[in-house]
């Protein structure tokens, strides 16, 4: 376990520590089951980039102000599988979709006082293979097992989140004042929760991951009520503010730990931005966010 750099406590209890929300808006995906259950409500099916630009596009229109976005939705360590779109699934749902999201409601985040956007990305991100280039769908559309998949997709997250925070701060995205047009923008990791993801690793691997998830299982075994603490903290916490936590991942309950030395590759990060803008505009069209 990483050790914690420097917040003033470890804990946080959603049922004591969550600030008064009223009038505040939050957008959660993956709300269905496991973690996001925890944290709210059902979105949209990430494997169709229209159907998500959709759905993107209604919530930039309707809503006046949006206190937290919180990007919880993934595929788990699971088989390869192209979306309708032609993309490697794992990328798409995990990275693709929720940074189009991300960025169609960044309007809004950016006009909210406080606003944060959190990302639910994971320890695991230290698995991806360190050849991995991130520079085109060509790459991304390979079998490079379950496992591999989903490490991916988590150092992805981290990486785009932070070339993000890096444009908004260069004013990339507009004026950037006290209060307003930077977000607070972190991902968070949930801890070993028990989940249906353990399921994926099952179908993925067979037996074999029968056996890994019997050897994971005491690694995986807080329930979610545990596993949308981090999530909380960084989208309703004040002390995100007070104690300046930007463009870090925090782990349970509110820990701020170094990620990999990948995901902090400068390379990488603008790797990966291109791809998602050459994605993401082949499969929908221009986009007024992605400069
Ligand atoms: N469990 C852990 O120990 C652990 C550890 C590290 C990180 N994480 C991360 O935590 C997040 C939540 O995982 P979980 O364990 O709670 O998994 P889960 O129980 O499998 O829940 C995943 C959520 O993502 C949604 N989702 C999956 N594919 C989708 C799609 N194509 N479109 C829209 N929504 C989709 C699911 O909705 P449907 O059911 O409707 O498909 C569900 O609400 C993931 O990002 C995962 O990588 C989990």
Redo the contacts with the bound molecule.
């Keep these: 376990m990483a050790s914690a750099l420097g917040l003033s406590s470890n804990t946080f209890d959603p049922d004591k520590d969550i600030p008064d929300l009223d009038g505040k808006v939050y957008v959660v ?9 925890g944290i709210v409500a ?6 169709d980039l229209k159907q998500t630009d959709e759905v993107a596009k209604q919530l930039a229109q309707k809503l006046t102000r949006l206190d937290a976005l919180v990007c ?5 360590v699971g088989i390869y599988n192209e979306t309708r779109d032609g993309i490697d699934s794992h990328m798409q ?2 990275v693709f ?1 929720q940074a189009h999201l991300t960025l169609m409601l960044l309007p809004v985040l950016q006009k909210t006082t406080d606003s944060r956007i959190v990302h ?5 991100h230290k698995g991806a293979t360190t050849s991995m280039k991130l520079e085109s769908l060509h790459e991304m559309n390979q079998d490079i097992c379950a496992m591999l998949l ?1 490490n991916r997709t ?1 150092l992805a997250q981290i990486l785009f989140l932070r070339q993000l925070y890096s444009r908004i701060k260069a004013t990339q995205f507009g004026t950037v004042t006290g209060n307003t047009g930077l977000p607070w923008i972190n991902t968070t ?9 353990q399921a ?1 690793a099952v179908e993925a691997y067979g037996s074999l991951g029968k056996i890994g998830v019997a050897v994971a299982r005491p690694f ?1 075994k807080d329930p ?1 009520s545990q ?1 949308c603490r981090s999530a909380l903290f960084a989208a309703t916490s004040p002390d995100i503010a007070t104690e300046q936590v930007q463009n870090s991942l925090i782990v349970p309950d509110r820990k701020v730990v170094e990620p990999s030395k990948q995901a902090l590759d400068k390379t990488l990060s603008q790797n990966l931005w291109n791809l998602t803008k050459q994605v993401l505009e082949s499969k929908i069209g221009n986009l007024p966010c992605t400069t």
């Design positions: 995906t993956g709300g269905s089951a496991g973690i996001g259950y059902h979105l949209c099916n990430l494997e919880n939705a993934g595929l788990g749902v995990n979709a639910q990305s994971s320890y695991l989903y988590k990791h949930p801890g070993g929760i028990k989940t249906d993801q994926q995986l979610v596993g």
